[in-house]
């Protein structure tokens, strides 16, 4: 059973998490705007939610852009709650009471996550809001941008850079020296803090667990191309977090106390070489009792020889028969298809549109169809068929997981 600890959220106050948090308060400090960009899963929104709450007031306020919401009323709404305000009365009549919230909840600094989804009418109404506190109030606002982006790419300069004089005075009210601004991400020695810390957090379940040696190989294989497609030569924390995570799972489920070279080199391998991989769950699905320390790929759909030995050997242990008591038992049993009912789910048969179907014992065909809740099948002798395992040849009766083979 996966232990608790391994589904515990925790945040590691990584280099990447000071740096941006001393961006954010940076800004707060000197009430100055700024576009804050770092790669997808680096942190940006785990730093800011433990950055709001150990200030723990409405001095800083955080909210998400809207998704697929164009309009002003959407951002709106989300300051309004995130004051702790009932979202009551007609829009019209709420909005010119914001900016008198915040001056009197003594707001000073908003942080916009995933601010790439601003549209055109969020950053108006940031604007109008903003310039509202200036004249009505005399209570400037911080204000960070904060959106993901790879490279050299800055969202939503396109937007700011456009000649209306709308935009120009938006962008006027950026930071002077700094507004735009790049988070970087991990160095392979922030990366080995960041293992140093995690043997800490993890010490009671591995006694032994030394990551910090793995330092190398981790950084050069989060820095692969695939990882880092930009060549920053930097880490993320979300690839370091499930690289690290995954391979000490997988070694917790074995019962080893550390982790080895080669569970690592498996995880790795998962994340990369497996990522675009369809799995196909079937049957009961994964169990949460008791889950694999390895993944197994789905393959062809009857597998390899050694994968269908082994199904079988599992099977006969479990049963306590041999392949022979099974091939007697079979010749005795009915064939799948006899008499009324017949194991198929009526709504699985349905949607599958299958107009024939053929018995896997005898291989007739014939129409079957659902009456009274159960599908009907004239009685008949089971088809014997040769089956190979270990290179021996047995006669058993055919049996499917449907009990039925369709075609149409």
């Not at 000490?248 to 070279?261: F, M, S």
């Not at 569970?263 to 889950?291: F, K, Q, Y």
């Amino acid at each position: 059973m996966t232990h608790p600890l391994f589904r515990k959220d925790f945040f590691v106050e990584t280099a990447f998490a000071k740096r941006f948090q001393a961006m954010l308060r940076y800004s707060w400090h000197k009430r100055s705007w700024h576009v804050i960009v770092a790669d997808p899963g680096s942190g940006k929104t785990v730093s800011i939610r433990d950055m709001a709450q150990r200030v723990g007031s409405p001095a800083m306020l955080a909210v998400t852009a809207p998704k697929n919401i164009e309009d002003e009323q959407a951002l709106g709404d989300q300051l309004f709650a995130a004051l702790g305000l009932k979202l009551t009365g007609h829009w019209r009549t709420r909005k010119p009471k914001l900016m008198g919230h915040l001056h009197h909840s003594g707001t000073e600094f908003l942080v916009v996550d995933d601010a790439h989804d601003l549209s055109f009418e969020h950053l108006m109404f940031i604007k109008e809001l903003t310039d509202q506190g200036r004249l009505q109030y005399g209570h400037p606002l911080g204000l960070c941008l904060v959106a993901a982006g790879r490279g050299n790419t800055i969202p939503l300069k396109e937007t700011l850079d456009q000649p209306d004089p709308t935009w120009l005075q938006f962008r006027r009210r950026f930071d002077k020296l700094e507004p735009f601004c790049r988070i970087a991400g991990h160095t392979s020695e922030e990366v080995r803090e960041i293992l140093e810390t995690l043997e800490t957090i993890f010490q009671p379940l591995f006694p032994q667990l030394n990551l910090r040696k793995w330092t190398s190989f981790i950084y050069a294989s989060l820095t692969q191309p695939f990882f880092d497609p930009t060549k920053s030569g930097r880490v993320t924390m979300d690839y370091l977090m499930k690289l690290v995570t995954t391979a000490l799972e997988w070694a917790y489920a074995d019962g080893d106390t550390e982790v080895r070279a080669e569970t690592l080199e498996r995880a790795v391998e998962l994340l990369v070489l497996r990522r675009n991989t369809l799995w196909i769950i079937d049957g009961a699905g994964p169990s949460i009792e008791d889950p694999p320390s390895q993944s197994t790929e789905q393959g062809n759909e009857n597998g390899t020889e050694s994968e269908q030995e082994a199904v079988q050997t599992n099977a006969q242990a479990e049963t306590g028969e041999t392949v022979e008591e099974q091939a007697q038992t079979s010749k005795t049993a009915n064939c799948t298809f006899s008499g009324e009912l017949v194991p198929i789910d009526l709504k699985r048969f349905t949607d599958s549109g299958i107009n024939l179907v053929e018995c896997p014992d005898c291989g007739r065909t014939r129409s079957l169809s659902p009456s009274k809740g159960v599908l009907r099948f004239k009685p008949h002798e089971p088809r014997k068929i040769q089956t190979e395992v270990k290179g021996k040849r047995w006669s058993t009766t055919g049996k499917t997981d449907w009990g039925v083979v369709g075609r149409k």
